[in-house]
């Protein structure tokens, strides 16, 4: 799977500042080693324009025994578990293909904060976890990435998480939530938001109808 990306930058500075307005500037954090991002197609949600829709109230009335356990769990953990990293490796494979990440990089992310971008995990339990999404944050921006749960789960659970975490991002006052990048005609669900913003290659746009047809257009 080819990640959509126009440039490339290594940042050393890692203020909260720098790191929030590199993202300003459509760069999202990756996992390719310490300091890269890639400037891409990124999406955000303007959390002082968010408000629940009728469709979001429904993926949570829906998904209504699935909390967020522990939103500041920090990173790198100090033990963890490989059950963890199997989860991840079998839901990429299954939704995306072989070879697109594997145990051995999600413990890294998780456990090795000298090769790891990411500070934060999101852990999502019903009666015991069942999904996970290793984030970026600071006091101004949460970047939801690399969410994976047990394939096992209600049909909308991917959708319930990213909609928990956008609701706790805003009751907990920062001012944008990131949720990666637009590049699939399957993108399109991440749309269905309030405050949506994308980051068009020069500035955020908020014409939804002209990304939706881009994306419709990409084979």
């Known amino acids: 799977m080819k990640y959509l990306h126009w440039n490339e930058q290594t940042i050393t500075d890692s203020s909260d500042k720098a790191i929030s307005d590199a993202y300003n500037a459509g760069y999202v954090f990756t996992r390719l080693g310490k ?5 891409t197609r990124s999406i955000r949600i303007d959390l002082s324009a968010f408000e629940l829709s009728s469709e979001n109230r429904r993926i949570l009335k829906k998904m209504s025994g699935l ?14 578990d490989f ?13 995306f293909g072989a070879g697109i990440m594997s145990a051995q990089k999600i413990k890294e992310m998780l456990t090795d904060s000298d090769k790891s971008n990411f500070n934060t995990v999101l852990k999502y339990t019903e009666t015991s976890p069942i999904g996970f999404s290793i984030c970026y944050t ?9 969410p994976f ?3 096992n789960a209600p049909k909308d659970t991917g959708l319930g998480m990213m909609t928990l975490a956008i609701q706790y991002a805003k009751e907990h006052g920062l001012k944008y939530i990131y949720l990666g990048s637009l590049q699939r005609p399957t993108d399109t669900y991440k ?20 990304v939706k047809k881009l994306l419709n257009n990409i084979v």
């Open 35 to 39: 300091g890269k991002m890639q400037q």
């Open 67 to 80: 909390t967020i356990q522990d939103m500041h769990l920090p990173l790198p953990v100090d033990s963890y």
């Open 138 to 146: 600071n006091k101004d921006i949460l970047h939801y990435s690399y």
């Open 149 to 151: 749960y047990d394939l």
């Open 191 to 210: 749309l269905q938001f309030s405050g949506i913003e994308w980051f068009d290659g020069t500035s955020w746009n908020t014409n939804i109808e002209e």
């Open 83 to 95: 059950k963890i990293g199997k989860l991840a490796k079998d839901f990429y494979e299954k939704k």
